[in-house]
């Protein structure tokens, strides 16, 4: 959560619920300089990393 205070985003009101759901999408900013955050992603495994 630290890195999206940082990135300017703090007031978006996520929790880390929000990250934890693997279906979520969550957009901040608008295009072209959004940024899309996946908790999960086809094709990794990330406890493999």
């Known amino acids: 959560m630290g890195a999206i205070s940082d ?5 978006a ?3 880390v619920e929000d ?3 693997p279906r ?5 900013g608008q295009p072209p300089h959004r940024i899309d955050v996946l ?3 086809d094709g990794v495994d ?3 990393c």
């Open 13 to 15: 009101g996520l929790a």
């Open 46 to 48: 990330f406890d493999a």
């Open 7 to 11: 990135f300017g985003c703090g007031a």
């Open 24 to 28: 979520a999408v969550i957009q901040m």
């Open 19 to 21: 990250l934890l759901d």
């Open 39 to 41: 908790p999960t992603i």
